[in-house]
């Protein structure tokens, strides 16, 4: 299996509409911060194209995640405080059929490479999940990102108290896993 990251193309937008912005309640909007239920379905590829999420994954701190040719998700970077140098990143694959399958790791993986490389100013990468998303904590430790912080029980969704997961790595910590 051939996992890439591409940047966000026309090309793919259609799929990633009926992948991650058709449907009503899709399962990866479960797993992705559900608490702040902000997840909006698009009726037509139309209203999709001319949304604020179509821009977003248009723009160069995304990209799509490929697999054997086939767009399956997104990859970000965003800058929670530039000044300081502090990043986070995230990933979503949107179409369930490829879960399971170490297509996020490697993805993961592969951005964690990049953005290090395309941001060499910056000697941390973090990535926040939630206690209800075991597999993204479950990928994010197998690559290499440490467990900085459990926020407890202050995400609440749907009658359940969960933690807020913060994970780190730094770029000493990269370069020593890379080279194994």
């Known amino acids: 299996m051939k996992i890439q990251l591409e940047r966000f193309t026309d090309a793919h937008k259609e799929k990633i509409w009926k992948d991650g912005f058709f449907e009503k309640s899709p399962e990866w909007a479960k797993l992705n911060a559900p608490y702040f ?3 909006v379905p698009f009726e037509s590829l139309e209203s999709f194209e001319s949304s604020g999420i179509w821009e977003y994954l248009k ?14 998700g ?16 995230g990933i979503v694959i949107y179409d369930e059929n ?8 490697t993805a ?16 941390h990468i973090g990535l926040t999940t939630f206690s209800g998303n075991p597999r993204m904590m479950k990928a994010a430790g197998k690559i290499g990102f440490l467990e900085e912080a459990r926020i407890r029980k202050v995400r609440y969704w749907k009658g359940t108290y969960y933690d807020s997961m913060k994970y780190g790595l730094t770029r000493d910590e990269w370069e020593k896993l890379s080279q194994k």
């Open 37 to 39: 239920e902000d997840y």
């Open 59 to 72: 723009q160069p701190n995304c990209k799509a995640i490929i697999t054997d040719g086939v767009v399956v």
């Open 74 to 89: 997104m990859v970000s970077q965003n800058w929670i405080d530039e000044k300081t140098r502090w990043m986070e990143i």
């Open 98 to 105: 490829y879960w399971n399958k170490s297509i996020g790791t």
């Open 108 to 123: 993961l993986k592969l951005w964690t490479s990049e953005v290090f490389q395309s941001n060499p100013q910056i000697e």
